[in-house]
């Protein structure tokens, strides 16, 4: 069964006490480290901002099966956050792509979630209006004229499937409830 499958949806549920625990320790952790990085200097924190968040879109591809070029996220971060790193270096359209929706989800996470936003993540991920070899209409959502959409892996005739999407004909509705659930549950 898929999320978008359990009856429950898309009304998630936590323990509040155990949440605010973890969510306690957390800020303190997170106040000791912005106390140490105000005593680095202007430009150790700016390294350190780099990096993190380098290791951040990295690790995050990576959960995707995408290995980017560590050299070119790197340059494509300092060129958008105004960091002197001693010279550009070309970085490829995807990169950029993948780049760009990290860097405004992570530093425009107050800013409305909306149905546009995510739609401009997508197109940011694929500049080329391509997935692999198939291409994806860019800037909307899915049809399924070509079937459901899935995340498959395995040789061809023994594909093993890991994920199933939500039918297209209601894609649009589901993002809807996630979207109202963001805006409703997640204000504190």
């Known amino acids: 069964m898929y999320i978008y499958q359990d009856p429950k949806w898309p009304k998630f549920y936590w323990n ?14 997170q106040g000791m480290l912005l106390g140490k990085m ?10 350190a901002i780099l ?8 690790k995050s591809s990576e959960i995707e099966g995408e290995i980017l070029d560590k050299e070119q996220v790197r340059s494509s971060i300092a060129r958008r956050l105004g960091l002197d790193i001693g010279g550009w270096m070309h970085v490829e359209r995807n990169i950029e792509g993948v780049v760009e929706m990290m860097l405004d ?6 800013e409305p979630l909306t149905k546009d936003r995510l739609i401009a993540w997508q197109a940011s991920l694929f500049p080329t209006g391509y997935s692999g ?3 994806i209409e860019v ?5 399924d004229k070509n079937g459901p959409m899935q ?12 994920y199933q999407a939500p039918d297209a004909s209601c894609l649009e509705g589901e993002v809807d409830y ?3 659930w963001v805006i409703i549950e997640t204000v504190f």
């Open 16 to 29: 509040q006490e155990t949440v605010l625990e973890v969510l306690a320790k957390v800020k303190l952790s």
């Open 38 to 47: 105000d005593a680095l200097g202007f430009e150790l924190k700016d390294e």
């Open 51 to 58: 990096s993190i968040l380098t290791q951040d879109i990295l």
């Open 105 to 110: 989800a992570t530093q425009k996470y107050n």
């Open 133 to 135: 070899m198939h291409k």
């Open 139 to 143: 800037g909307q959502f899915r049809d």
């Open 151 to 162: 995340v498959i892996s395995g040789p061809v005739g023994k594909e093993k499937i890991h």
């Open 178 to 180: 996630f979207i109202n």
